[in-house]
C-alpha cells in the first residue's frame, strides 16, 4: 500500500556511476508497472513502464527489471547525471483495481559531481 | 496531444478559510481524475478519484471534499481550511486501465 506517512530512504551516487533503485511491492495481481521521477517542487514524471509479462525494459539510459517471483522492481540509471537528482517512485496496477495505482514510498537520488 | 493544467502554482490561505483548486485535461475524454496530497519529503496520499462526471470516490476521511462538474474538470474544495491541510496537491489523469497518471505541475498550499 501507500507509504505516505514515512520520510524517503535516500541513495547518494557520484556524477557517472551508475545508480540502481529498487522496489517492493505487494500485489502478485499487479500486471503493470511504472517508475516517476518528481524534481523539487513539480508533479511526477513518467520515466519507462514493464507489463507483468516481462522482466526487463530498456529506455534511453534507464532499464527497468521486474522479478515477479520476489515481487521486485528496479530501475537502473546509467552514468548518473546531477539532472538524473529527484525522487523516484515505483507504482503498480492491481490486477483487481481497473482505477488506481499504488505507489511505493519513493527514493531520494543525490548525485554528486 | 494531451495536457493537464492546474492551478494556482501556490497559495497562502489563513486558518478557516474557504480553498478551491482547479485541474483541466485537454485532448481526451472521459479519463479518469485523481487528487493527490504529498507532504514534504514524504510520499503521495490519494485522496479523491473521479471515473467520471458527478462520480467521486473519497480514500480517507479529511476535511477536503471533491467534485467533477465536467468531463474533464476535476475541483478540490474545503469550507475551513486547517493548519494541517498544507501540503502540495496533485492533480492526474488516467485514459487507459493499462496505463500510468499524467500529472499537473501541483499547487503548494500553505494554511497560516
Known amino acids: 500500500g501507500e507509504s505516505v506517512g514515512l520520510h524517503l530512504p535516500t541513495l547518494s551516487v557520484q556524477e557517472g556511476d551508475n545508480s540502481i533503485i529498487n522496489c517492493a511491492y505487494s500485489?502478485?495481481?499487479?500486471?503493470?508497472f511504472i517508475w516517476y521521477k518528481q524534481e523539487s517542487g513539480k508533479g511526477p514524471q513518467f520515466i519507462i513502464d514493464?507489463?507483468?509479462?516481462?522482466d526487463k525494459r530498456q529506455g534511453q539510459r534507464v532499464t527497468v527489471l521486474l522479478n515477479k517471483t520476489v515481487k521486485h522492481l528496479s530501475l537502473q540509471i546509467a552514468a548518473t547525471q546531477p539532472g538524473d537528482s529527484a525522487v523516484y517512485f515505483c507504482?503498480?496496477?492491481?490486477?483487481?483495481?481497473?482505477?488506481?495505482?499504488?505507489f511505493g514510498k519513493g527514493t531520494l537520488l543525490t548525485v554528486n559531481p | 496531444s494531451q495536457t493537464i493544467h492546474q492551478w494556482p502554482a501556490t497559495l497562502v490561505q489563513p486558518v478557516g478559510s474557504p480553498l478551491s483548486l482547479e485541474c483541466t485535461v485537454e485532448?481526451?475524454?472521459?479519463?479518469?481524475l485523481y487528487w493527490y496530497r504529498q507532504a514534504a519529503g514524504r510520499g503521495l496520499q490519494l485522496l479523491f478519484y473521479?471515473?467520471?462526471?458527478?462520480?467521486i470516490s473519497s480514500e480517507v476521511p479529511q476535511n477536503l471534499s471533491a467534485s467533477r462538474p465536467q468531463d474533464r474538470q476535476f475541483i478540490l474544495s474545503s469550507k475551513k481550511l486547517l493548519l494541517s491541510d498544507s501540503g502540495f496537491y496533485l492533480c492526474?489523469?488516467?485514459?487507459?486501465?493499462?496505463?500510468?497518471?499524467?500529472f499537473g505541475s501541483g499547487t503548494r498550499l500553505t494554511v497560516v
Open positions: 507504482a503498480e496496477n492491481g490486477g483487481g483495481s481497473n482505477y488506481k495505482l499504488t
Open positions: 500485489n502478485s495481481a499487479s500486471d503493470y
Open positions: 514493464i507489463r507483468s509479462n516481462m
Open positions: 485532448g481526451t475524454s472521459n479519463p479518469n
Open positions: 473521479s471515473v467520471g462526471i458527478g462520480q
Open positions: 492526474a489523469y488516467k485514459r487507459h486501465r493499462l496505463g500510468g497518471y499524467t
